[in-house]
C-alpha cells in the first residue's frame, strides 16, 4: 500500500509538466513505520514509561528542481528549512496517505522552486556537477528484529537501577531505555526503492555523587543492541552499573587536585576511543564529507560560507603515519560483540561493499561521500545514513564502520615507561591517564 501509494504520487507530480519553465525532476519519500518507547527507572522504581510501545509514521519528503548539474539542492536559509515534513497516518487508508503525500510535496516543491531560483541569482559555491548517477536499486529484506517487549524493557530498567540502592551517598542515579524498531520504505523518481528494517535500543545507566566540598561528581555507561533478544544475558550490564558506583565512592574520597599541570597524557580505554571519534567522525573538519551550501541570510543575500578544511587535506598527513583507517561498513561483529551501525545499502539506495582505506600511513586518502559529488569523487561510495534524531529517522551524510589499525604497536607496560619518561623530561613526578571522559550536562540527556 504505501509504495504504491508512493508510485502513483510521483509518477502524478512528474506528469504534464512545461518544460520550459523550472519543475521538480527528481522526487522521493522516505517512510518510516515504527514502533518506539522510553523508559526511567530509578533504585529498582518506574518513574516514566509508556503503556505500549508508541506507533510512528513518518516521512520525509524531497523534491529537486532542475537537473543533476544544477539543481534547487544544498541551499540553506538563515530562517527556513528546504526540506518538508509533516505526520503521517497511522492508518493504511490508500486515499489519506496519497493526500498527505500530495501536500507534503507541494510545500516542498515550492521551497525548491525558491531554492532554485536564490541559486540562479547568487551562483552556488562549487563548480560541480550538484547530483551524481546511481544504479538503480530495488531491495526488499524483511525486518528480522524482535518486536519491542514492553514488560521486559521496564523490568530491564528497573533491574539496572536496582544495582545502586545500597549506594546511600548517591545524589541521583537511574537507567533510561529508548527503543526504536521499524522498517523504512524509500521510493524515488529515478527508480530506487527498497524496504529495510532499522533496530536500536540504547540503556544508559547514570549515578552522582557530590564530594565534600559539594562539587559534582557524575558519570554513565551507554549500552546499545539491535534486538531485544541480545539482553538476555544481562551480568556484564550489572556488573558495570556496580563498577561505577564503586568508582564514583573512589572519587569521591580521592584528593583534590590543585597543581596546574602542563605534561603529557595519555588517553586509555573509552576515552581513546572518544578522542578518535571527537577528532574524525563529530568535528566539524572530519572524514564525512558534506557538500559546501549555499547560505542566504535574512536580507536574501549570500552569507559567509562555513569552512570545510578537510576537502584540501587529501593526500596530506593528518595523522601519525603508522595510523590506517578502513570503512569496513558491511562488519556485523568485531571480538564476538555485535556492530549496531553495519549496513549493505545506505539510505540513497547505494549498495556498500568491501574494505576500502580512508586513512593510509597516517595521509587522507578520501573522505566518505553520498551522491553530492565532490572534487576528489564524483560518485557516492555508500555513506547517505539512516540516522535516528529525537526518535525519529534522518537521512543525512554519515559514517558507518570505522576501523582503526596501528602498525607501531606497544604493550600497556612500555606506554606506561614512556608516558612516565616524557613527564620525567617535563619536570613532572607523577603523569596522568584518561580513561573516560565525561560531560555533566551530557549524563543525562535522553
Known sequence: MVFRAMDDEIEANLQNVNSNEPHPYYISYLVTDAERCHIESTRGSLVVTNAQPEPVRDVQTRVLVGDNNFNSDYVEYETESIENRNPFPLDNNYNNIRLLLSQNTDGALKKALRAYADKQRLGKPQNLPDRSSLWVTNLQTDNPYSKLNQFLLESIA????????????????????????????????????????????????????????????????????????????????????????????????????????????????????????????????????RRQPLHIGRNGGKNKDKEMSLYDKIDQMIVHRSIDVHAVDGLTAFEGKSLIGHYYIDADGMKVEGDWDIVRHGELVTLLTNRAPMEMKHQSNGHQRLALRKGRLEAEPGAGILKLTCHNQLKEEQLMKLLRKRARAEGYSNAYIVWKMISENEYLRP
Open 158 to 289: 528497573n533491574e539496572l537501577s536496582a544495582r545502586f540502592e545500597g549506594y546511600s551517598l548517591l545524589t541521583q542515579s537511574g537507567a533510561q531505555i529508548d527503543a526504536y524498531r521499524g522498517d523504512a520504505y524509500f521510493k524515488a523518481s529515478d527508480g530506487v526503492q527498497y524496504r529495510q528494517p532499522v533496530s536500536l535500543i540504547r540503556i544508559r545507566v547514570y549515578a552522582q555523587t557530590q564530594t565534600e566540598d559539594g562539587d559534582a561528581l557524575c558519570d554513565y555507561t551507554d549500552f546499545f543492541f539491535q534486538d531485544i533478544q541480545e539482553l538476555e544475558d544481562r551480568e556484564s550490564e550489572l556488573s558495570a552499573v556496580s563498577e561505577m558506583a564503586e568508582r564514583l565512592y573512589e572519587l569521591r574520597a580521592a584528593p583534590i587536585v590543585s597543581d596546574v599541570y602542563e605534561g603529557p597524557v595519555m588517553f586509555a580505554g573509552t576515552a581513546a576511543a572518544q578522542v578518535f571519534v571527537s577528532a574524525f567522525v563529530e568535528s566539524d573538519a572530519n572524514l564525512v564529507a
